[in-house]
């Protein structure tokens, strides 16, 4: 028996039917999503002129906002709006602060919707061979609880002494949930979330891409980097698991510096609320409720200190809002350190006023970077900043990849964050406020270490590159929005 074949006039009617529905959905999320002018008009062309692979490139580069609060939220509906922030009467430990800095204080009360807390401690952690003793000592002295969340988990050398203890821990009855990156995972080969869950640690991945069910964006990336421990210690930072973060191994001289933090007090209690909201996102599993701060024992030492949280959910530019706000607090100094320094315009132009009214402005990048093309395109815009009196050093041993903000030697930024369009609006983040003399004073000695071994860019420098060398620079700063 023989059937018919189907008309191929049908058959170009149904392709083109579907090729125009595709692109009318493409360019019309694009349209109704995107916040740049610039942004929506390139995707909408692209989708309108390459129906197929246009939207394809907007699945995975382009759609780059999703939601994330109401399954935060014990799985709340999801137009029902988040509640407002507290009134400012209810910042805890505003009246701790200096008073020139309370405005600032609010704001980040306003942006983050967190308390500032007082009676922490938090502890600088120079490179690998000082913070990941320090956090195994804690799994494996862990009781209760061990939640860990990196972007980057290599699954040899010092990350297999990490397994080890998670798998330890989870044997003696510690729980121990592990959150890796669905794209960070793959720096690792083979990968560690096979061997978390053959040594039966409890295991889930942020935004894996996969086929089925789709999901195909390359962006909107975990770059947290969390440990907490029984609800009363936590190490947070931009260090990831792996080698290169160790700078002393016997002959070979280190490849990335870095800074991590250990943290005590109630808020321990704010992190591991951020943890917990993304094991919810990623399993639909909620966690046991962390400790209220009123059960939490307060320190003597007296650091006042805020979980901030930013990503492309309903977080997104909360971390920008406070960093303007810091920067526009300044009196005396700003010192920046950051391994990719890509500011978006409002957070330049803060930089350059601040320095116009008097503040010393310090940045330090690494000489070397690890994606070079990311120095070429932070070259081409520093111009504008040099104009205008802000000093930048470039460091010149290995690569620099801490990320640090001190504003005045008394507030201070940690975190995972740099200064570049991926992590301000495309990666999910956490960063820590720290009111504190005594750590901004231990900070600035930091700073003034890195800078022993830097060079300074003048402005004259800057204008002597030769022709090849600003047009790659301008080249690639171009195409910085998706560097």
Request: with cysteine; net charge neutral; glycine share 6%.
């Amino acid at each position: 028996m023989s059937f018919p074949l189907p008309d191929p006039e049908l058959l170009r009617i149904i392709a083109l039917a579907c090729g125009m529905s595709v692109t009318l959905l493409g360019a019309g999320h694009a349209l109704l999503t995107k916040r740049d002018p610039r942004s929506a008009a390139a995707w909408v062309s692209l989708c309108v002129f390459f129906p197929v692979v246009g939207v394809l490139a907007y699945l995975a580069l382009g759609n780059n906002r999703i939601r994330t609060r109401a399954r935060r939220l014990h799985a709340l509906p999801l137009q029902e709006q988040p509640a407002p922030p507290p009134a400012r009467e209810h910042v805890a430990a505003e009246h701790l602060i200096a008073p020139q800095y309370r405005n600032l204080a609010y704001l980040g009360l306003a942006a983050s919707g967190n308390e500032l807390l007082t009676g922490n401690s938090v502890e600088a952690l120079y490179c690998g061979e000082n913070a990941y003793p320090a956090m195994l000592l804690a799994i494996r002295e862990a009781r209760r609880h061990v939640y860990l969340a990196t972007y980057i988990f290599d699954s040899r050398g010092i990350g297999a002494e990490f397994v080890e203890a998670l798998r330890a821990a989870q044997a003696r009855g510690v729980q121990v949930r592990v959150l890796l990156d669905g794209f960070g995972e793959f720096y690792s080969l083979p990968r560690v979330g096979w061997r978390l869950r053959a040594a039966g640690v409890t295991t889930a991945r942020f935004l894996q891409p996969r086929l089925w069910p789709p999901n195909f964006t390359l962006n909107l990336r975990n770059h947290r980097k969390i440990l907490v421990v029984d609800g009363e210690l936590a190490f947070t930072g931009g260090m990831n698991i792996r080698n290169k973060h160790i700078a002393v191994r016997g002959e070979h001289p280190a490849e990335v510096i870095d800074v991590h933090f250990r943290l005590r007090g109630p808020i321990v209690t704010q992190i591991e609320e951020v943890f917990a909201a993304d094991w919810l996102f990623s399993t639909r599993q909620a966690l046991p409720p962390p400790s209220s701060v009123a059960q939490v024992t307060m320190l003597p030492e007296e650091a006042e200190c805020r979980v901030i949280v930013d990503g492309p959910n309903e977080d997104l530019d909360k971390l920008l809002w406070v960093l303007v706000g810091a920067i526009s607090a300044a009196r005396s100094s700003i010192r920046i350190m950051t391994p990719y320094f890509l500011p978006p315009p409002e957070l330049a132009v803060a930089l350059q006023t601040a320095a116009l009214r008097g503040v010393e402005v310090t940045i330090v990048l690494p000489a070397h970077n690890n994606f070079p093309f990311m120095t070429w395109a932070t070259t081409h815009m520093l111009g504008e900043l040099l104009k205008t009196g802000v000093r930048v050093h470039f460091y010149t041993g290995p690569f620099l990849h801490t990320k640090l903000l001190l504003v005045d030697d008394y507030y201070a930024q940690i975190g995972s964050s740099n200064l570049d369009p991926r992590s301000l609006r495309l990666n999910f983040e956490i960063a820590v406020e720290i009111y504190d003399h005594d750590f901004g004073r231990g900070v600035a000695v930091h700073f003034a270490e890195m800078l022993a071994t830097s060079r300074e860019l003048s402005f004259a420098t800057w204008q002597e590159r030769s022709l090849p060398r600003r047009l790659r620079d301008a080249v690639f700063w171009v195409f910085s929005p998706y560097l």
